[in-house]
C-alpha cells in the first residue's frame, strides 16, 4: 500500500489540536442523534494518478509504432513522439460516487460516521482489441509484408472501434469524521475526513481510500435536510496480481468531486418539541394564572406584549441547551425585534421546576433558569439584536405550584425616554 499523502495528516492533527479538550464535553451539536444521509457526485475534472496513467499506455497503438516505414532511428523517433502526444489526451477519465451513510453526533462540535460508497471510473475512449488477438491475426499472412500490414491493420481497426468504458469500479465502506462549525443552526458548515478500505470489482484487487471535503447541511426542518459537498480523495489499488496482458488496473486515481443530496436526522431519545405557541399574546390572555404578572414596573409603561413558550419548545429539557426548532423560533422573533418593533426593549423571563438532579436541595433552581435566560439573550444579540435593549431575569422556581410547568416569556417594554 502506497503512503498516505502528507496533507491528509495535517488535517487529522489539526482538528485534534484546534480546538480546546474542554469545549468537546460542552452541549451543542445534536448529540445522541442519528443522521442518515445520501450524497451523489461527479468528478469536476481534476483527475490524476498513475491509473490514468496506465489507460493512455493500453490505448497507445504500439504496432504503429514498431512498423514505422521509417528507415533512420531519428524519423523512428519522430513517429513516436507525434503518437505519444496525439493519443495521450485522447482518453479522459471522468469518475462518480454514490454514497448512503449515517453520523452520530458525539460531542458540542464533532460526529462520528459510516458509509458505503460506490466508485466508477470511466474512460472516454477505451482499447477494444486485446493486442493478443492482432498478432494472431497477423501470424496467418502468407510473408513478411503481410504480417507487417495486418499488424498496421489491427492498430488502426483498434483507433477506429475504440469506444466508452469504465475501466474501474471499487465498493468501499469508509469511517468518517464530522466537525461542524454552527452546531444546530439551520445552516450548518462542516468538515469531514476519513478513509475506508473496499474490493475492486472489474479487474480484480483490493482498494484503500482516503479523502477530505467541505460542505454543509441546509434544514428544511428538524427533521430533514439537504447536504452539499465538494469532496477531494485519493483511491489505491492494493493486493492486486496483474493480468498476463491487456488492461493492468494497478495505481491510485486522484480526483475531486461535487457531491449533492439529503438526509434525515433521528432523534434517539424521541421527539422534544410540541407545536408553538408562537403567537403574540396580550398580558391579559398569555399565561394565565401559571405565570403571576409582575408588578414592579408602571404598568403603563412597561407591560405590552409577550411571546410565551413552553420551555420544551426552546430547551433540550432539563437543559439550557437551546436545540434547533428553538433556534429557529428565536431567529424569527430577533427579525421582529429588528423590524417592527425597535421602538422596545425586552426583558427573558424564564421559569423553573424546583427539580434539578444535579443540585440537591436547591429548590429555587435560579442557576438553571439564568443560564436559559443568557442563552436566549446570546442568541438574539448573535441575530443582530442590540444588547442594551435585553434584560436577563428568571424567577426560578419561586412561582412553582403543583399544575405548573416550566416557560419562557419573552416581554416587549417600551424604552425609557
Not at 408553538?276 to 403603563?300: F, H, L, R, W
Not at 412597561?302 to 432539563?318: C, G, H, M
Not at 443560564?371 to 419561586?398: F, M, Y
Request: aromatic content about 14%; overall charge neutral.
Amino acid at each position: 500500500m502506497q503512503k498516505l499523502n502528507g496533507k491528509y495528516h495535517f488535517i487529522f492533527i489539526g482538528i485534534i489540536l484546534f480546538f480546546p479538550f474542554s469545549l468537546v464535553y460542552g452541549e451543542g451539536f445534536d448529540r445522541g442523534n442519528l443522521i442518515f444521509y445520501g450524497n451523489g457526485a461527479f468528478g469536476i475534472g481534476d483527475n490524476s494518478g498513475t491509473l490514468e496513467k496506465k489507460v493512455e499506455k493500453t490505448n497507445f497503438p504500439n504496432f504503429l509504432v514498431l512498423n514505422s516505414p521509417y528507415a533512420d532511428a531519428a524519423s523512428n523517433f519522430m513517429n513516436y513522439y507525434a503518437l505519444q502526444n496525439v493519443f495521450k489526451h485522447q482518453t479522459d477519465l471522468s469518475s462518480r460516487v454514490g454514497e448512503l451513510g449515517f453520523e452520530y453526533g458525539l460531542f458540542r462540535y464533532f460526529g462520528i460516521g459510516l458509509s458505503v460508497s460506490n466508485q466508477t471510473i470511466t474512460a472516454s475512449n477505451f482499447r477494444s482489441v486485446d493486442e493478443r488477438f492482432v498478432i494472431l491475426y497477423s501470424l496467418l499472412g502468407s510473408d513478411y509484408g503481410a504480417l507487417l500490414n495486418r499488424l498496421n491493420q489491427g492498430e488502426y481497426y483498434n483507433i477506429a472501434t475504440q469506444k466508452r468504458r469504465d475501466v474501474f469500479n471499487s465498493t468501499s465502506g469508509d469511517l468518517s469524521l464530522f466537525f461542524h462549525f454552527q452546531p444546530n443552526d439551520p445552516v450548518d458548515p462542516y468538515i469531514r475526513v476519513g478513509g475506508g478500505a473496499g474490493y475492486e470489482r472489474l479487474f480484480g484487487g483490493a482498494t484503500n481510500r482516503v479523502f477530505g471535503a467541505i460542505g454543509f447541511r441546509y434544514h428544511l426542518n428538524e427533521r430533514f435536510f439537504l447536504n452539499a459537498e465538494l469532496e477531494h480523495s485519493n483511491v489505491y489499488m492494493v493486493n492486486y496480481d496483474p493480468p498476463n496482458s491487456g488492461h493492468k488496473n494497478k495505481g491510485n486515481f486522484e480526483e475531486s468531486f461535487f457531491k449533492f443530496g439529503m438526509g434525515v436526522s433521528v432523534s434517539l431519545s424521541g421527539s422534544k418539541t410540541q407545536e408553538p405557541e408562537n403567537k403574540m399574546e396580550t398580558v391579559s390572555s398569555a399565561v394565565g394564572s401559571q405565570i403571576p404578572i409582575q408588578t414592579k414596573e408602571p404598568v403603563s409603561e412597561t407591560k405590552l406584549d409577550r411571546f410565551v413558550f413552553l420551555a420544551s419548545e426552546i430547551f433540550d429539557l432539563p437543559t439550557s441547551h437551546i436545540h434547533l426548532e428553538g433556534r429557529a423560533r428565536l431567529d424569527a422573533i430577533a427579525r421582529s425585534l429588528e423590524n417592527e418593533y425597535k421602538e422596545f426593549d425586552v426583558q427573558v423571563i424564564t421559569y423553573t421546576t424546583p427539580f434539578r438532579e444535579d443540585v440537591p436541595g436547591n429548590y429555587e433552581n435560579y442557576d438553571l433558569g439564568f443560564e436559559r435566560s443568557q442563552a436566549i439573550s446570546r442568541v438574539l444579540r448573535e441575530k443582530g439584536v442590540n444588547s442594551r435593549r435585553i434584560i436577563d431575569s428568571t424567577q426560578g422556581s419561586a412561582m412553582y405550584n403543583v399544575d405548573s410547568k416550566e416557560k419562557v416569556v419573552i416581554e416587549l417594554r417600551k424604552k425609557n425616554k
